[in-house]
């Protein structure tokens, strides 16, 4: 009998050494990285942290919960947007935590019943070349992409995954799919170039191809950290304006979690106000979400703003099926489109591998001579 306590309790022991806890992670992972690792140091729980892809890490990662649908593999889903987020909600594949610290949150940013939780907010602004010209003739609103003022002046990213594509899904909700489909029509038709990405976007304007461009407020201070002259304009903040779009992080607890604990206690510390304020802080420089939260002079607080008011749950059916509606637009549509991060590179392809053949051909015909 005592040898069956005993075994027992080390049984118990090397449990509870072995606590853990797997994360999916869609953010940049050099924000995510260091509030997971003091996470690990303060409760001794081992996180397993899995990402995606640069370009679709965000979609990525939803499909492949989708697909774990009854056998999840994750615990928690820390997700860099909240239109996907809705998507897993709405399949039924979020399990509910209310978590004590979520209650200064505002509520348009977070679950009533606690599927999800917004959390350190990313902006959608338009960012200014500073020496290819001034921040008063820059657009300062989000229509004024398409306006024929700054005709073939702007880049952004495509509109077929992470922010861009969540900013594309609030405008279907606010303009209808046919009015979000217009506008890229005419943003397209305008000269604007898309990128595959908002960071190629932004370096786009960072490096003086264009002067004006759209993108995130991380990609922006991360340009302005590294010594690029770039300007930033929060949009849409005039009185007869809708406000800029924030688009928050999101954390949640998937249904079926293997480690249920373990799970609820990452959420927790995530969504503590000393999180948002190491990722203000931090190159990502996210916007605070919980008010009073300390942060650095360059970012904007939330009360600062005048944001959109967004329909969340409209934005996550909107989503449906728009990628492929919006990947559309841009085959073979317009010559001003940047496949893969770049234009007009078909010639030259043609002529490397035309100097290939050249020198190829000298090569065969030495050897053969020799």
Known sequence: MRVLIAFCLVAMAVVAQDRSVTVYVSTDFEHAEPILKAFEKATGIRVAAVSDTEDNKTVGLVNRLIAEAGATRADVFWNNECGQTIRLARKGLLAPYVSANAATIPPAFKDATGLWTGFGARGRVIVVNTKAAAISTAPSRIADFADPRWRGTCVMSKPLFGTTLTHAAILGVRDGKEGMFKYFREVLANGTRFEKGNAPAMREVADGGRPFGMTDTDDAHAAVLDGKPVGVIYPDQGPNDVGVVLIPNTVM??????????????????????????????????????????????????????????????????????????????????????????????????????????????????????
């Open 253 to 370: 607890m998937m249904k079926g979690a293997p480690h249920v604990s373990e799970a609820q206690a990452l959420i927790d510390w995530i969504l503590r106000p000393e999180t948002e304020a190491e990722l203000a802080k931090g190159r990502s420089a996210q916007i605070p979400l919980h008010p009073g939260v300390p942060r650095p002079e360059h970012v904007k607080g939330f009360e600062d703003l005048k944001v959109m008011v967004v329909d969340w749950e409209s934005v996550s059916q909107v989503l449906e099926g728009a990628p492929d509606d919006l990947g559309k637009i841009f085959i073979g549509s317009n010559p001003n489109e940047a496949v893969s991060g770049a234009t007009d590179r078909g010639p030259t392809y043609i002529l490397a591998g035309l100097v290939a053949l050249v020198i190829g051909l000298a090569i065969f015909r030495m050897r053969t001579r020799a």
